[in-house]
């Protein structure tokens, strides 16, 4: 990789990763694991309760807690902080959440993929064509281009899973979930209403997930450090410390962490490559149509050379260029021999430099009109709370 690349900091993978954090959950359900358990979240730790609540709340960042609500409940319950998995989108993240895998073993690499099989980008959750819209419910399964669902089937605890009515039954849903018991929401409030109607639901032990996305529609919505986005913050830090209170009298952990953080960039750093630089554009096979902090191009094979070159000469101030094979060696996201996971990373990725975004708009994508956006290798980003409430 880059050594100019600005505060890189990969995955650790080895002890202080989301895949060790779910390893630890793993031995706590009675499953082996692939991975090594969080350091500072051993499976022996976890076997002291009956019910453990792994509660994530999208884009909750950790250094965002250490520097501004070091006073709030949940950074008072912070037990350490460890990387996410690469790339931290939600859909790669989300996913290892429920798969136990990185994404070079589930393959799910961002919300739009585009799909050999099918032929076509989809977008996951809605589980359709991104560029016709159409559905494809009954034209592609999911297990066809992902990871196999996950163990819950074969768990000794009870399993929970709680999550928003409107994605309760999305393939996504529906393909990850099986063998849990799905509890559904509408809102914060119900949210953590259904955690605890989880937990005290019989005396069985458990393992519960909960996700929580909307923090992240604020920060993409709103400046991060938006009255919107802290206000939802406290109403989320208040709702975990009467959590705390309602459940008192259970054996019960919960652990809360996130997927990755966001970062703000001004619309003068939005650069849109299909007027700024068409030529660019024309050598692709597929349009740029992933996340618009790090991009994956599918080149003609004749134009490969003259690709990285365009890139290096043309656009450095903003992107810096790798290719394939260098992104694997890289061990970004621990490598494993998954040819699906190769087939989706394209020719070259285009990483952004500093606080800048890069689009291929088309007829069916516009400009992305969000405020906050994702990036991937830096500490600010990469780190995420592990909270513990006991």
Same mark, same amino acid.
């Given at each position: 990789?880059?050594?100019?690349?600005?505060?890189?900091?990969?995955?650790?993978?080895?002890?202080?990763?989301?895949?060790?954090?779910?390893?630890?959950?793993?031995?706590?359900?009675?499953?082996? &694991?692939?991975?090594?358990?969080?350091?500072?979240?051993?499976?022996?730790?976890?076997?002291?309760?009956? =019910?453990?609540? @792994?509660?994530?709340?999208?884009?909750?960042? $950790?250094?965002?807690? /250490?520097?501004?609500?070091?006073?709030?409940?949940?950074?008072?319950?912070?037990?350490?902080?460890?990387?996410? *998995? $690469?790339?931290?989108?939600?859909?790669?993240?989300?996913?290892?959440?429920?798969?136990?895998?990185?994404?070079? #073993?589930?393959?799910?690499?961002?919300?739009?993929?585009?799909?050999?099989?099918?032929?076509?980008?989809?977008?996951?959750?809605? +589980? /359709?064509?991104?560029?016709?819209?159409?559905?494809?419910?009954?034209?592609?399964?999911? #297990?066809?281009?992902?990871?196999?669902?996950?163990?819950?089937?074969?768990? =000794?605890?009870?399993?929970? *899973?709680?999550?928003?009515?409107?994605?309760? =039954?999305?393939?996504?849903?529906?393909?990850?979930?099986?063998?849990?018991?799905?509890?559904?929401?509408?809102? @914060?409030?119900?949210?953590?209403?259904?955690? $605890?109607?989880?937990?005290?639901?019989?005396?069985? /032990?458990?393992?519960? $997930?909960?996700? +929580?996305?909307?923090?992240?529609?604020?920060?993409?919505?709103?400046?991060?450090?938006?009255?919107?986005?802290?206000?939802?913050?406290?109403?989320?830090?208040?709702?975990?410390?009467?959590?705390? #209170?309602?459940?008192? +009298?259970?054996?019960?952990?919960?652990?809360?962490?996130?997927?990755?953080?966001?970062?703000?960039?001004?619309?003068?750093?939005?650069?849109?490559?299909?007027?700024?630089?068409?030529?660019? *554009?024309?050598?692709?096979?597929?349009?740029?149509?992933?996340?618009?902090?790090?991009?994956?191009?599918?080149?003609?094979?004749?134009?490969?050379?003259?690709? /990285?070159?365009?890139?290096?000469?043309?656009?450095?101030?903003?992107?810096?260029?790798?290719?394939?094979?260098?992104?694997?060696?890289?061990?970004?996201?621990?490598?494993?021999?998954?040819? &699906?996971?190769?087939?989706?990373?394209?020719?070259?990725v285009l990483i952004t430099k500093s606080n800048y975004a890069i689009f291929n708009t088309t007829l069916w994508e516009e400009m992305k009109k969000d405020r906050g956006f994702h990036w991937w290798v830096t500490d600010w980003e990469t780190r995420v709370p592990v909270i513990c409430i006991k």
């Amino acid at each position: 990789m880059n050594k100019n690349a600005p505060e890189q900091l990969f995955p650790n993978y080895d002890w202080s990763n989301t895949v060790n954090l779910i390893s630890s959950i793993q031995w706590f359900c009675w499953v082996e &694991q692939t991975y090594k358990e969080l350091d500072f979240l051993k499976s022996e730790e976890l076997e002291k309760y009956d =019910n453990v609540v @792994l509660f994530l709340v999208d884009a909750l960042w $950790y250094n965002w807690l /250490r520097e501004f609500w070091s006073e709030s409940f949940l950074y008072k319950n912070m037990l350490c902080d460890m990387t996410s *998995v $690469y790339p931290s989108t939600t859909a790669t993240s989300v996913t290892t959440f429920v798969t136990w895998k990185t994404a070079s #073993e589930h393959a799910v690499m961002w919300w739009n993929m585009f799909i050999k099989k099918a032929w076509c980008i989809i977008q996951l959750l809605p +589980w /359709r064509n991104k560029i016709l819209w159409t559905s494809l419910w009954d034209k592609l399964q999911l #297990e066809q281009i992902s990871a196999d669902s996950n163990f819950y089937e074969g768990s =000794n605890k009870e399993i929970f *899973v709680v999550t928003h009515d409107k994605i309760l =039954n999305s393939k996504f849903n529906l393909h990850y979930n099986k063998g849990s018991k799905a509890l559904s929401y509408s809102d @914060l409030n119900s949210c953590f209403d259904s955690v $605890y109607n989880a937990v005290t639901m019989n005396k069985k /032990r458990k393992y519960i $997930y909960a996700y +929580w996305s909307y923090f992240d529609d604020y920060c993409h919505d709103f400046w991060i450090d938006s009255k919107e986005a802290i206000n939802h913050f406290e109403d989320i830090d208040y709702q975990f410390e009467k959590l705390q #209170e309602n459940l008192k +009298w259970t054996n019960t952990l919960i652990v809360v962490s996130a997927d990755h953080w966001q970062i703000n960039i001004p619309d003068e750093n939005k650069i849109d490559l299909t007027f700024s630089h068409p030529e660019l *554009v024309d050598m692709l096979t597929i349009p740029m149509a992933w996340e618009s902090r790090y991009q994956y191009c599918f080149v003609k094979d004749w134009l490969f050379d003259r690709f /990285r070159e365009y890139v290096e000469t043309k656009l450095s101030d903003y992107v810096t260029i790798y290719s394939k094979d260098e992104i694997i060696e890289s061990k970004l996201y621990w490598y494993w021999d998954n040819e &699906q996971f190769k087939d989706r990373l394209g020719d070259f990725v285009l990483i952004t430099k500093s606080n800048y975004a890069i689009f291929n708009t088309t007829l069916w994508e516009e400009m992305k009109k969000d405020r906050g956006f994702h990036w991937w290798v830096t500490d600010w980003e990469t780190r995420v709370p592990v909270i513990c409430i006991k």
